[in-house]
């Protein structure tokens, strides 16, 4: 199944889920309401979601003209990668941070911006900074954005009328005060659970486009055993303060132990991994290093 049908699938459950809680509700106006709510913050943040995560972040534009060492050689390498995926120029900062880490945001590929901390810098080789680069800006391609926007209203509208329950739908005839709070717990939960299948899914994708874009996917799989061995290791405390930015990045900043499981945002790391050696092998690429570590080969950047 590709994993454009799995997220229509995961995002027609999350629709059937919603419209199964207005019935459960009874009343289509508490539904409509929740909806309008929802979808209002969620375009808010659609259009200004570029500017508000990059604040956060304290991330810092990168210019190219007093731009030195690694950060130049990151932006340019940022630049020539756009460039042969045929995308438009992005906006590319950097993020003083130690911990190793990217992500990228924007509401489309003519209004993107992708950013990386000091930490991802200094630990990674400029191969496997490229191959992480190549990654953000296939979520930049994908449109993933425009997908997770269209989840987070969903969801958001679900947990409104999870809230509403007590108000609004606690009858008898539905099941009473033990039935709206069933549905306060539990439908908030299924709506996150699936909110987080659908990131997972679009991870792995950007992932394979990525090794497309760079044309080396060992690159990537290089960088991801540095990144979960960093982030396991250093702490994020802007990611801790936020952390529903946790899904953007690359890999969870709260943990170096993600798995496929269903509270994990981001897929397993040594998955990803072996799905990237396997990619590698089908494009006459042979690794010669232990695939939890691979060593990758020199490029054009080194």
Known sequence: MSSVLRTGILIAAMTALFGVIGLLLGGKAGMLIALVIAAGMNVFSYWNADKIVLKMYNARRIDPETATGRILR???MTSELAHRAGMPQPKIYIIEN????AFATGRNPDNAAVAATTGLLA???DEEIAGVMAHELAHVRNRDTLTMTVTATLAGAISMLANFALFFGGGRDRGGLIG???IMIFAPLAAGLVQMAISRTREYEADR???????QPLW???ALAKISNGVARIPNPTAERFPASGQMMIMNPLSGKGADNLFSTHPGTQNRIDRLVELARSMGQTPAYSEEAPQTQ???WG
């Open 298 to 300: 020199r490029g054009p």
């Open 209 to 215: 486009i990525g090794a497309e874009i760079c044309g």
């Open 180 to 182: 709206s709070i069933a």
């Open 123 to 125: 630990m990674l080789s």
């Open 98 to 101: 130690d911990q190793p880490n």
């Open 74 to 76: 990151y932006a340019e």
């Open 220 to 222: 990537l799989a290089s």
